[in-house]
């Protein structure tokens, strides 16, 4: 089994800024794309920013130029830099992160969730 286990979320102001970590235990082979998303108060889940093993990264639109994803795979980790944080940012952000625990077999994971909360 893999965990998926997130960090960094809270209270800050708007316009102020936050890193969320994540990190992946358990019988990991390799991981492929990780990610981030993230569901506010009535809405769906929304991916936020993803980063494939080559390093390529997407974001939302509402985030681009705000927040940068990256990832240390020696240390089976992905991050979140969020700056210039805005009230509709408040949600809870999810790691999700594919990964094979053998040659053959891929599944995708997530994380208990982080709650960011961005109010003055």
């Known amino acids: 089994q893999v965990q998926l286990v997130e960090s960094g979320g809270g209270l800050v102001q708007p316009g102020g800024s936050l890193r969320l970590s994540c990190a992946a235990s358990g019988s990991i082979f390799s991981i492929y794309t990780m990610g981030w998303y993230r569901r506010a108060p009535g809405k769906q889940r929304e991916l936020v920013a993803r980063?494939?093993?080559?390093?390529?990264?997407n974001y939302a639109d509402s985030v681009k130029g705000r927040f940068t994803i990256s990832r240390d795979d020696a240390k089976n980790a992905v991050y979140l830099q969020m700056n210039s944080l805005k009230p509709e940012d408040t949600a809870v952000y999810y790691c999700?992160?594919?990964?094979?625990?053998?040659?053959?077999?891929?599944?995708?994971?997530w994380g208990q969730g982080t709650q960011v909360t961005v109010s003055s």
């Open positions: 999700n992160a594919d990964v094979k625990t053998t040659a053959r077999v891929l599944n995708d994971y």
């Open positions: 980063i494939t093993s080559g390093g390529s990264t």
